[in-house]
C-alpha cells in the first residue's frame, strides 16, 4: 500500500513523479471502495487529521521543504487536496448511487398491473343530453322554468288551443288521471304530454320580453318498445317580445344546433302542423352521424334513413290564441310575437350515441351507463 | 296521418315540370310531406303524412292544387260527363218528357247536417271494377269490392270527399230522413257488427229504420250485393264534432269519419255525387234517374279574413313583396280584395275546402309556406332580460355532484309503479291512472324506491353484482283531489365498497358506506342539529338502517333493504337510501367560513373504555361535547372491540380526543385537566376506563 515518503529531491521532474505516483495510488484505492464501510476507511485513509495521507504530505513534503522551494510545494499541496478530496467526494456518490439504486431495483412494482379505481358515478345519457340543450339556450339568455308532470286539461289542451273534442288531442296518446268525472273539463288532471304547458303557465306568471327553456318528463299512453316509452323527457322553448319574427326562430334554432351537433351542421325547415304555433314548423339538421352524405363508408347510415337529414325538433311562431289566454299578463297578441320549439331529449340521445334501444335508459343496467362515465 | 298517393293520379289534373322524386322534395318544403317514396312509373307511391288541419290534401286533386300553386301551373277542372246520358236514359223510359224523380230527403237536424245530395242510378249491372281502378286503388292499398263501391273509394281518394252508396231498392218507404236515432235502435254496420244506437246519434234513415251512421259508415242491411240493380249515391257534408265523437263512440274510425272530423269540402257534395255517378255508369251501365237532388239545409258560414300587410311582415319579417303575397294567394284559391281607400289592407275570400283557415295568422301560415320556409334569413333576436334561475337549481346540481363523485350512477326510471308498490313503500295515497299501460303500472309513484329496486335486482339477474344508482325526481301523492309533486332522491348499492383487486381484498358494503354517503350529502347543507335515530321506514332492516332528523324534521333514511317486507327477491344484501328533497331543502346549502390554520400545535389523548351496549356513540360523544372545552377540537371514536376479554354485552372502545388552541400551546396540567374532565363523562355513562 502506498505510503509518504520523505522528499529528498525538491525539483519540479522529481515532484512530478511524486505526485503522480500519489494520485494513480488515490484512483487505484478508490476503485477498490465497494460498501460504505470500505469508503469510510477510505476517506479517513487521505483525510483524517491524525496521519491521514494528505497530513503526512502537509507534514513530510511542506513542513519539510527548503524555504526556496515551498512556494510550489504549498501550491502543488493544495491541488493534491482538492484532487483528494473530489475524488473521496465522487466514490462516496458512487456508493450511495449503488446503494439507492439497488433499494429501488427492490421496490420495483409492475406498472402494467391495473390501477386501483375508486368508483365514479356517470351522469345518465338523457339527463346529460337535456342538461347540454339547456346550457346551450341558457348562453343564449334563456330561464329555465319547470312546471307540473300531472297537468290539467287546461294548460296541456285547452290554453294551447287544443279545444275540447278537436282531433290535433287523438296525436297525443294521454294518459288520464281517474276519477276525474265530477270536476269541470278543463280542470281533470292527465299527465302532460309535451313540456308545453309550462309556456302558459310562466306567461301567466310573468309579463314579455320572455326567453325560456323548459326541460321536463313527460308520459304518453305508449306500450315500450324498441322506439317507445311511455315517458320521455322534452326542452320546450318560448322568446316572446314586440319584434320576434320567423327569421329569429329560425336564427336561434340554427345557433344552437350548430352549439349541440358541431359548426358544420345545417338547418332546414319545413311546415308542420301544432295547434298552438302558426305558422309552425319542423325542423331538421343535417345528419351529424353521416355529416349529411346519407352513408357511412359504403354502408347507408341509419339515424338519418339515408336522407342526410334528421327531424329534430317541432317549433313555431306562437299561435295568437295562446296569447289571448294570457292576453290580461301583457301579450296582446296584436303588439307582442313569439317563438317556440319543442325537442325529445331521449331521441336526440338516441341520435347522438346510437342506441338501439330507448328501453335501456329506463333500465339501470350499469353497464350500459358505465359507459357514460 | 299516414296515407298513400300515386304521383301519375297527380298528374291526371295538373301538368307538372319536374319528375316524382322533385316534386316530393317539393310538396315536403310547402308542408305535404312526402316521407318516403316506392315503385316506380306508373306504380310509384308517395307515402304521405298529412296534417290533422289539412283535410283537403288528403287526396290526389288536393295534392295536385297544392303543386299548381307551388309550380305556378293550371290546374284542370273535374267535370263529369253526365247530362247528356241521363237526358237519353230518361227520356228514353218516359217517351219525350223528361221525368224527374226527386228522391225525397228530409233533414231534421239542419246543424248537424247542412247539406245532403243524392242522385239515383238504375239498371247497373255490379261488377268488378275496371282495371285502371283497381290498379289506382290497389296502389293505395284499397281493396277492391265492386264497381259501385269502388266508385265511391275512387271518389274519395281523388277529390277526397267520402260518399256512401245503398241498394235503392232495399231502402223502405221511398224517402231518406237524416234524424237523432232513437233509444232502442240497432244498425248492423258494414263491417258487420250490430250497433246499439242512442239519441246522442246521427244517422241516416229510410221511411223505417236507420240505414247508415252519419259520416261513420253504412248499413250492412242496404249495402250494394250483386244482386243490386238500382242505387242511391248519398253525399253530405256532416257537422266535424258529431263525426267525431259518433266515431269514438262506437269506436270506428273510417276514411270517411278521417276526413268529416276534419272538415271536407262544403261545396263539393254535388261535383263528388257526379262523379261516382259518372264512375258506375261508365262501369256498369245503367241510368241516371232526374237530376241531382241537393238539400241545403243550412249554409256554411265562411267568413272572409281580413289580411294585413304590416301583420305578415310583424310575423314573418320584411322581406316578402306585395305581389308576392297577394300572387301566393291567388294561386291556393284565395281571393284578396283590396279594401276601398286601404293600400295595405285586404278581404280574403277562403275556398270552400280550406275550413282550416279561419284568421289573419292562417293567411300568414300560407304565405309563409308557399314563400318556402327556408328562403326566410336566419336572425338572433335582441334581448334585454337576465337569467333567473330555478330556486333549487344549485341544490340539485350540488347533490348530483356529489352523488356521482360518490360513485353512485345515474339512473332514470318510469314514473309509473303497482298499487302494491305504492302501498308498500310510501304511507301516501298514490295517484291512480285511468287508463294505464298495464296493471304494473297503474299508479304514478309515491317512492322512487321500487324503481331502484327494481334496477338493482335487473342487474343482479344479468351477472352485475356491483351496484351503485341513484335516481333524482319527484314522485306523487294525492292530496284531496289535487296531485301534490315532491322530489326526492333514493339511492340503491349492493357488492362490495371496495372490490378485490391483486391489490387488496374486498370489502362488503356496510351500513357505514351508506352512512358515510349521506353523510357526505346532508353536510353539503347548513343545518343546527342533524341526528340519527333508527325509525327508518319498516321495509328496511331495523338493526341496519337509521333516519336522519334535520333540525327535527326527517331529511333522510338509509339502510339495508328488508327483502321480506318489500317482498323482493335479491341474491345478496341491497342498501337503500331516501332523501326527501323538499324538506332538505328548507335549508340553505352550507356557507363557507373560513378558519386561519391553527398556529399552535394540537395534543391527542386516547381514552380506552368498556362500555354496556346501551350506550351508542351518539350519547358519548354528547356527553364529552356537552362540557363545553372550547380546545377540543375533535372527540372520535378509533376503534372497537368485542369479545375476548371484554365481557358479553360490552364493549371496548379506543376514543381520541384532539385538543387545540388558536392562541396558545396547550400546558400539560391544561390536557390532564381535561382529560380528568371527559374521564368523568364518560364513566358517568357507566364507562370503565381499561387504560389511558
Not at chain 1, 483524517?48 to 503526512?56: E, H, P, Q, S, Y
Request: hydrophobic share 40%; charged share 25%; net charge negative.
Amino acid at each position: 500500500m502506498y505510503s509518504v515518503a520523505k522528499l529528498t529531491d525538491y525539483s519540479a521532474a522529481a515532484l512530478d513523479a511524486a505526485v503522480r505516483e500519489l494520485l494513480s495510488a488515490l484512483d487505484a484505492e478508490a476503485a477498490t471502495v465497494k460498501s460504505d464501510a470500505e469508503w469510510k476507511a477510505f476517506r479517513d485513509r487521505w483525510m483524517a487529521r491524525k496521519n491521514g495521507v494528505l497530513t503526512l504530505v502537509n507534514d513530510l513534503w511542506l513542513k519539510a521543504a527548503p524555504k526556496d522551494a515551498k512556494r510550489d510545494i504549498g501550491q502543488r499541496v493544495n491541488e493534491l487536496k482538492t484532487q483528494v478530496e473530489q475524488t473521496v467526494e465522487s466514490t462516496q456518490q458512487r456508493m450511495q448511487g449503488g446503494a439507492s439504486s439497488a433499494r429501488l431495483a427492490t421496490d420495483r412494482v409492475d406498472i402494467t398491473l391495473p390501477g386501483i379505481r375508486r368508483p365514479v358515478g356517470a351522469e345518465h345519457p338523457v339527463i346529460k343530453t337535456l342538461n347540454e340543450i339547456v346550457g346551450v339556450f341558457r348562453n343564449l339568455g334563456y330561464s329555465v322554468q319547470e312546471g307540473p308532470v300531472i297537468e290539467t286539461d287546461y294548460y296541456n289542451f285547452e290554453a294551447l288551443n287544443f279545444p275540447p273534442n278537436h282531433p290535433a288531442r287523438d296525436t297525443q296518446d294521454t294518459l288520464f288521471v281517474a276519477k276525474q268525472g265530477s270536476k269541470p273539463a278543463r280542470e281533470r288532471l292527465l299527465l302532460r304530454t309535451h313540456t308545453s304547458p309550462v309556456q302558459v303557465r310562466t306567461m301567466e306568471a310573468m309579463k314579455p320580453p320572455l326567453r325560456i327553456v323548459i326541460p321536463g318528463k313527460v308520459h304518453r299512453n305508449d306500450p315500450p318498445d324498441a322506439s317507445h316509452s311511455p315517458m320521455f323527457h322534452q326542452v320546450e322553448g318560448l322568446a316572446v317580445d314586440t319584434n320576434i319574427t320567423f327569421g329569429d326562430l329560425k336564427g336561434t334554432l340554427d345557433h344552437a344546433m350548430k352549439a349541440l351537433f358541431g359548426s358544420s351542421v345545417k338547418t332546414h325547415f319545413r311546415p308542420s302542423f301544432f295547434p298552438f304555433t302558426e305558422p309552425s314548423a319542423e325542423m331538421m339538421v343535417s345528419c351529424f352521424i353521416c355529416g349529411g352524405s346519407g352513408k357511412r363508408g359504403s354502408e347507408p347510415c341509419r339515424p338519418c334513413k339515408t336522407t342526410g337529414w334528421i327531424e329534430i325538433l317541432g317549433c313555431g311562431m306562437v299561435d295568437p290564441n295562446v296569447f289571448e289566454f294570457v292576453k290580461g299578463n301583457g301579450y296582446d297578441p296584436k303588439k307582442v310575437s313569439g317563438f317556440a320549439f319543442g325537442m325529445g331529449a331521449d331521441r336526440i340521445a338516441i341520435l347522438k350515441y346510437g342506441v338501439d334501444d330507448i328501453q335501456l335508459f329506463f333500465q339501470g343496467d350499469v353497464r350500459f351507463l358505465e359507459q357514460w362515465r | 296521418m299516414n296515407m298513400k298517393l300515386s304521383p301519375t293520379w297527380i298528374r291526371d289534373f295538373v301538368a307538372l315540370p319536374v319528375d316524382d322524386h322533385r316534386l316530393a322534395e317539393d310538396l315536403t318544403s310547402i308542408g305535404i310531406a312526402v316521407e318516403g317514396i316506392s315503385g316506380g312509373g306508373d306504380s310509384t307511391v308517395f307515402e304521405m303524412e298529412i296534417g290533422t288541419n289539412r283535410p283537403d290534401a288528403m287526396n290526389h286533386y288536393g295534392v295536385a292544387r297544392e303543386a299548381s300553386a307551388f309550380y305556378d301551373v293550371p290546374l284542370k277542372l273535374i267535370s263529369p260527363k253526365l247530362t247528356s246520358a241521363a237526358k237519353a236514359a230518361s227520356t228514353a223510359r218516359s217517351g219525350g218528357t223528361i221525368e224527374v224523380v226527386p228522391f225525397p230527403i228530409t233533414i231534421e237536424e239542419a246543424n248537424l247536417c247542412p247539406r245532403f245530395t243524392a242522385r239515383v242510378v238504375r239498371g247497373v249491372k255490379i261488377r268488378p271494377s275496371p282495371a285502371n281502378v283497381v290498379q289506382r286503388l290497389g296502389l293505395l292499398d284499397q281493396r277492391p269490392i265492386n264497381n259501385a263501391v269502388d266508385a265511391t273509394n275512387y271518389t274519395l281518394w281523388e277529390i277526397g270527399k267520402p260518399t256512401h252508396v245503398f241498394d235503392l231498392d232495399l231502402l223502405e218507404g221511398g224517402k231518406i230522413i237524416v234524424r237523432r236515432a232513437r233509444d232502442g235502435e240497432t244498425l248492423k254496420t258494414l263491417d258487420g257488427v250490430e250497433r246499439k244506437l242512442t239519441t246522442e246519434d246521427l244517422v241516416v234513415a229510410d221511411g223505417r229504420k236507420p240505414v247508415g251512421l252519419a259520416g261513420v259508415m253504412g248499413g250492412f242491411d242496404t249495402m250494394i250485393t250483386d244482386k243490386t240493380r238500382n242505387i242511391l249515391i248519398e253525399s253530405a257534408w256532416w257537422d266535424p264534432a258529431m263525426v267525431r265523437k259518433m266515431s269514438r263512440r262506437h269506436g270506428i274510425h273510417t276514411d270517411a269519419s278521417h276526413r268529416f272530423e276534419r272538415g271536407a269540402d262544403y261545396e263539393s257534395t254535388v261535383l263528388s255525387c257526379d262523379r261516382v255517378a259518372e264512375l258506375i255508369l261508365q262501369s256498369g251501365g245503367g241510368e241516371l234517374v232526374g237530376d241531382v237532388v241537393d238539400v241545403v239545409a243550412k249554409r256554411i258560414d265562411q267568413a272572409p279574413v281580413a289580411l294585413h300587410l304590416a301583420e305578415v311582415r310583424r310575423i314573418l319579417g320584411e322581406e316578402l313583396g306585395t305581389n308576392e303575397i297577394l300572387g301566393i294567394l291567388k294561386r291556393l284559391g284565395f281571393e284578396s280584395v283590396p279594401e276601398p281607400g286601404e293600400e295595405a289592407e285586404f278581404t280574403v275570400h277562403i275556398p270552400s275546402w280550406r275550413l282550416d283557415v279561419e284568421r289573419e295568422i292562417d293567411l300568414i301560415e300560407e304565405i309563409a309556406r308557399l314563400h318556402g320556409y327556408d328562403k326566410f334569413a336566419n336572425k338572433l333576436p335582441a334581448f334585454s332580460g337576465a337569467v333567473i334561475d330555478q330556486p333549487d337549481q344549485a341544490k340539485d346540481q350540488k347533490l348530483r355532484s356529489l352523488l356521482l363523485a360518490l360513485g353512485y350512477n345515474e339512473a332514470v326510471s318510469l314514473s309509473f309503479i303497482s298499487h302494491e308498490d305504492a302501498a308498500k313503500f310510501s304511507p301516501m295515497p298514490a295517484i291512480e291512472l285511468a287508463n294505464p299501460i298495464s296493471d304494473e303500472a297503474s299508479v304514478m309513484r309515491n317512492s322512487i324506491v321500487p324503481g331502484i329496486l327494481g334496477m338493482v335486482a335487473y342487474n343482479l339477474n344479468r351477472g352485475s353484482d356491483n351496484v351503485r344508482l341513484f335516481e333524482a325526481g319527484p314522485v306523487w301523492e294525492a292530496s284531496g283531489p289535487k296531485a301534490m309533486e315532491l322530489k326526492r332522491v333514493c339511492m340503491g348499492a349492493t357488492g362490495s365498497a371496495v372490490a378485490a383487486s391483486v391489490n387488496q381484498g374486498a370489502r362488503p358494503l356496510s351500513f357505514f358506506d351508506l352512512k358515510g354517503d349521506m353523510e357526505t350529502l346532508l353536510e353539503a347543507f347548513e343545518c343546527d342539529a342533524l341526528c340519527y335515530d333508527s325509525n327508518a321506514a319498516e321495509y328496511y332492516h331495523p338493526g341496519r338502517s337509521a333516519r336522519a332528523v334535520m333540525d327535527g324534521a326527517t331529511v333522510a333514511q338509509f339502510g339495508q333493504i328488508d327483502p321480506e317486507k318489500a317482498a323482493r327477491k335479491l341474491r345478496q344484501d341491497v342498501w337503500l337510501g331516501e332523501i326527501f328533497l323538499d324538506r332538505l331543502y328548507t335549508h340553505s346549502l352550507r356557507q363557507v367560513r373560513y378558519q386561519a390554520l391553527p398556529r399552535y400545535p394540537a395534543v391527542e389523548r386516547d381514552f380506552s373504555m368498556v362500555f354496556g351496549d346501551a350506550v351508542g356513540f351518539e350519547k358519548i360523544q354528547q356527553a364529552v361535547m356537552g362540557l363545553g372545552i372550547a380546545e377540543l377540537r375533535s372527540f372520535v371514536p378509533v376503534e372497537i372491540f368485542r369479545g375476548g376479554a371484554v365481557p358479553a354485552g360490552k364493549y371496548s372502545i379506543l376514543l381520541r380526543a384532539t385538543l387545540q388552541s388558536g392562541e396558545r400551546t396547550l400546558r400539560e396540567d391544561e390536557v390532564a385537566q381535561w382529560s380528568g374532565k371527559i374521564i368523568n363523562a364518560l364513566e358517568g355513562l357507566g364507562g370503565m376506563l381499561r387504560a389511558s
